[in-house]
């Protein structure tokens, strides 16, 4: 009988090769994990994943981890349950799903050319260091309907969400709890941080859409806490998710020229007349809409998730008491040679019709920002291969990403030259044609900090 701690030093050491050896070598169904004394179980069976996923919440829901995050999260839609969460939901939905996010568009791929512009003026470049803020902005307009932040806010809002991903990743890992110092730092990170982005988003409120997600949620008549929780819960839920897998993207695309080629004949092929991407073209956009699919396979952003045993349940003929965690890892289940042959290969040949796939999760708690992340993640693709040309990628092959909230991609150095200057012009060195607003006047992190202490 293994000791209750016994996998624990494994799982430490490197998360990634502990789930991946253990899962892809352990019979499909609820594969044991020796992690404390709560038992674990992970679930290697595609078959089992919906069940478990859809199942009522009062059977197998999200348990103690609810609890864990709350201090983070407060009453945001990810922590609700029953009618609340589906009317949050419903806002969510309205704004974020596939085909209604398409209306930001313009805004999305101002957004990206502007990067790739800033990138071909350096020559070279660390995709995330530029993939992680991109994404953030994304959300942005997404929630408040127009591109509406500063440059100083956005500042702001990055060092707040990565001081609170940083307590999170510290806990991911933890075995024993933080020590009262510890615990004591962390409360004032989170106060802090917390208090910077409600300054920004009370800022970013007045300037929002009138028909923004943003401006739905007052009409639920959220309280101004309320509101708080629920756009730093999509800040934190899209930022690092988003921006590590497009860092990856663009890693694929540089490791590639005949993919990028591929891919921008694609987008000239989705050009209006004014050269903008046309919504009805990227949709049928299938070399794009593939390399974002085998990307989010290989380096799926929320790379295990998990549910809690609420009620005695049986599954896969194994009676599960109350308090038992399972663990759901698209990371493993991803690269099982079972579901996906030669597993560790980047192909643009395969099917993702199994149950094995769910970069985004499934059932009524599937990923809310779905839509606005693959389509950010596919105009990435389409606009700078259409614009520019990667001249080379170091290290190659890349590393495998480093485990935290998310898959952080290891350093990398991409080259860049520009293709063809694409109208409107937006040329390196050449960013007053992204409309952004001048710097608003913002208490600085410094004011803010002498504020929260
Ligand atoms: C590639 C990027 C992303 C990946 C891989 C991803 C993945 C996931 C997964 C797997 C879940 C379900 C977790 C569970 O069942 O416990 C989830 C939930 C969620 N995601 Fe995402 N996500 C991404 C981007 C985004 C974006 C851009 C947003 C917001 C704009 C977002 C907002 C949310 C929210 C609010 C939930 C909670 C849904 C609920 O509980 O009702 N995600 N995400």
Redesign the pocket.
């Known amino acids: 009988m293994p000791h209750m701690f016994s996998d624990v030093r494994a799982f430490r050491h490197d998360p990634l090769r502990f789930l991946l050896d253990r899962g892809n070598a352990a019979p499909l169904g609820l594969e044991p994990l020796h992690l404390g004394p709560a038992p674990v179980l992970l679930v290697t069976d595609p078959d089992l994943i919906r069940p478990i ?1 859809k199942a009522p919440e009062t059977e197998i829901g ?1 348990g103690r981890l609810i609890k864990k995050l709350t201090p983070v999260f407060g009453r945001s ?2 922590m609700l349950h029953g009618d609340e ?1 589906k009317r949050r ?1 419903a806002v ?1 939905h309205k704004h ?1 799903a596939k085909g209604s996010v398409e209306r930001y568009m313009p805004q999305m791929c101002a957004e990206i050319r502007a990067v790739g512009a800033k990138l071909a003026r350096m020559g070279e470049f660390d995709p995330h260091s530029f993939t992680a803020a991109l ?1 953030l902005r994304t ?1 942005c307009i ?1 929630v408040f309907g127009t591109q509406v932040i500063s440059s100083g806010d956005e500042e702001a809002l990055v060092q707040a969400v990565n001081m609170i991903e940083d307590d999170l990743a510290d806990d991911m890992f933890r075995v024993l709890p933080v020590g009262p110092i510890g615990w004591h730092r962390r409360k004032q990170r989170r106060k802090f941080a917390k208090l910077a982005m409600s300054t920004v988003v009370e800022r970013l409120r007045e300037r929002a859409r009138a028909t923004s997600a943003l401006k739905d949620f007052e009409v639920l008549g959220l309280s101004d806490q309320d509101l708080h929780d629920e756009i730093l ?2 800040l934190l ?2 930022h690092h ?2 921006g590590t ?1 497009a860092a990856w993207v663009l890693y694929h695309m540089a490791t590639d020229p005949e993919l990028m080629e591929a891919i921008a004949d694609e987008a000239d092929r989705c050009l209006d007349d004014s050269g903008e991407l046309r919504p009805d073209a990227v949709r049928r956009a299938d070399v794009s809409a593939t390399l974002v699919k085998e990307v ?1 396979r290989l380096y ?3 790379w295990w ?1 998990s549910r809690e045993v609420m009620q005695p349940v049986t599954i896969a003929g194994r009676d599960l008491k109350v308090g038992t965690s399972l663990l759901i890892c ?1 990371w493993q289940l991803q690269r099982d040679p079972r579901h996906f042959p030669d597993p560790d290969r980047f192909l643009m040949t395969r099917r993702y019709t199994t149950d094995a796939y769910i ?3 499934a059932g009524p ?6 839509g ?2 693959m389509l950010e993640l596919q105009l990435l693709a389409l606009e700078i291969a259409a614009a520019y040309r990667f001249t080379g990628i170091s290290p190659n092959p890349a590393p495998w990403p480093k485990a935290s909230v998310t898959l952080i991609p290891p350093p990398m150095t991409i080259g860049i030259e520009v293709r063809q200057v694409r109208s409107p012009v937006i040329q390196p060195g050449d960013e007053q044609h992204v409309p952004y607003l001048p710097p608003l006047k913002s208490p600085s992190i410094a004011t803010l900090q002498s504020v929260s202490q």
Not at 365 to 370: K, S, T
């Open positions: 996923l999200k839609s990810l969460h939901r969510l974020m994404a959300i997404a819960t999509l839920a899209g998710t988003t897998t989010c799926p952003g929320a998730f698209p970069p985004f999760g708690r599937a990923c809310a920002g779905m606005v992340a």
